[in-house]
């Protein structure tokens, strides 16, 4: 779709670091952006949320990303389901108050996994949802698998499967850093199939508690996303960086193929 | 499934009539109840919750059975099925609380409807959860349609659905009556195939804000469900009810084919 925009908010906007608390004000700030620039520049939307201090405690606790390992894995299962489902729901609440059509999608029903990889799926839904310029908001989640029983899917993850069927035109990454940040601590503008190796060597880790594996893991994940041609931004979260983003002005890290 | 139960919690026993306020009390006691029946009589399950005071408030109000039909039906999309869903939710987290795997399973993302019927669909991970033997906790949706735009299945349409692939060995629908009422106001205990034509007569709506079509639409649907051999139960929600009618005691209104 020519005209559709992928944009995850980060669980670590959204979240405060202390287990379920919210940053209801960012979310807040977040929603009535996103209604008054899709109202200026009359794009569609689809949303990812991730876990922040929600989901990510838990699917730790119960190491929900490897499956059923212990007598605790099932009820860590739904736990970690439901905790990830809550924030989604907060979110979606709170863009609907903002006056956006935003509607939650669980992934954890539309996709199904064997040994982490997706088996199986269903996007009518969200396709309806896209073409009736509805904003369909999906999230990390806890998938059923049928080897492991279930596994995660990080945001990342699910974007990187759903690019491919509905083709946006820009994949941006919203979050608690500025973008990816060299050994010296300086954004680096631009990541392409070239220097990605080389950049590799400084990612860390960009929150402690994020069990799908940090900026790392959201690098890797972006320059796969890349691969049909889509330009991935990793971004902050200040207000005005969005617009900027949508704009085309210089900001965050660009990765492109 | 030889062993499995669907379980339909109205939403008439779990909140109260002021819209969006619950029935906190009742729905604990339910979850446990659940719990110790689950641990006594060792049956898979499969719950749905009705949408009471939650989304049959906003669902009237904007008409979204019908599907667009106006400039607010979009925005109504969204806000009922976020009404739909948060229901649902804290079922969900009180079932978990209680003990239960219980996990949501969100209608809207695995049917897809054109013109009300059930165009496609994806049932891959309630099968699954079923097989671990977790408990997924479905609801009446508002579902996307390729026509309409969207439209609204009830729990028993739901139900109705499922068991058509799922196969439960009986369906029981626990609501805040005691089964179907005939002209005296006496309950009916069997309801078949013969007798259905003159017992519709009797049959009013349950509920006036119930968007779904209250006690008609109920053994209208139920009936249905019998056909493939399933026997349907109309209970009423006072507590031991549910171990009554699993134990094959009389109960309630019996509806089979």
Redesign the interface.
Known sequence: MRNLIFLKIGGSLITKRKPYTLNLKKIREIAKEIVSLRRKYKFKLLIGNGAGSFAHVSAKKFKTKKG?INEKS??G???V??DA??LN?IL??EL?RA?E????????????CSKRKI????L??IK??LK???VPVVFGDV????KL?CTILSTEEIFKFLAKFLRPKKIILMSDVEGVYDSKGKVIPEINKKSFSKVQKFLKGANKIDVTGGMAHKVKEAMEMTKGGIDVFIIGGKKGNLEKCLKGEKIGTRISF
């Open positions: 059923y099932k009820i299962h739904c736990i389901e439901d489902s809550t729901r979606v609440k609907i006056g059509r935003a509607i939650s999608v669980q992934p954890s029903a539309f996709i199904f088996k199986s799926f269903f009518e839904p309806n949802y009736n310029d509805l998938i059923s698998d049928e029983g």
